[in-house]
């Protein structure tokens, strides 16, 4: 079965810094391309990141370019998320999935909680 499981979610301060993980199981991982992606409260679910099979391409959105980092393991089927520098408006909780459809069913996702 399918899965996918983050964590590494909290509550900082501004201007500190998370490391999310993203576990997957249950299918292929190291051919896909991978991203995360985030949804605030009352908002919809947008891109933040991506990273290509062998992890050499990787694509940000504006608002987190610079400061967020996106990065695999192929041999543990993972990916993470470095923010660094996080600011109020990075809260949300943050996802991982395939970028290309079909994806994995949506796991949980962590909470970031980023205070002024």
């Known amino acids: 079965q399918a899965q996918l499981i983050e964590s590494g979610g909290g509550l900082v301060q501004a201007g500190e810094s998370l490391r999310l993980t993203c576990v997957a199981s249950g299918r292929a991982f190291s051919s896909d391309d991978w991203g995360w992606f985030r949804q605030a409260p009352g908002k919809e679910r947008e891109f933040v990141a991506t990273i290509n099979w062998t992890g050499q391409r990787t694509t940000y959105a504006d608002s987190v370019k610079g400061r967020f980092t996106i990065t695999r393991d192929n041999t543990r089927n993972t990916v993470y998320l470095e923010m660094n520098d996080l600011q109020p408006e990075d809260t949300a909780d943050y996802y991982c999935?395939?970028?290309?459809?079909?994806?994995?069913?949506w796991g949980r996702g962590t909470q970031v909680t980023v205070s002024s």
């Open positions: 999935n395939l970028v290309a459809k079909p994806q994995y069913p």
